[in-house]
């Protein structure tokens, strides 16, 4: 039950949010020729969404931010 209640705030948060804005055509889903905007956390955020807080990385248009 937590998997799919994981994925549906997974889903809302990025393409469905996307498709509100108008812009799913560049966002909110990993494709061919849309804009490299990813966040990378340190375990499987389908089982436990807190892990969403554990940013490890974060690439902003196709590009690894460096920690500060």
Do not use: C
């Not at 809302?12 to 966002?27: K, V």
């Not at 940013?55 to 248009?61: C, S």
């Amino acid at each position: 039950v937590a998997y799919w209640r994981n994925l549906a705030i997974i889903h809302a948060g990025t393409l469905l949010n996307a498709e509100f804005l108008g812009i799913a055509d560049r966002l909110g889903s990993i494709e061919a020729g849309k804009l490299a905007d990813l966040v990378l956390v340190k375990g499987d955020p389908l089982t436990d969404i807190q892990l969403m807080k554990q940013v490890e990385r974060v690439m902003l248009a196709g590009r690894w931010l460096e920690d500060k």
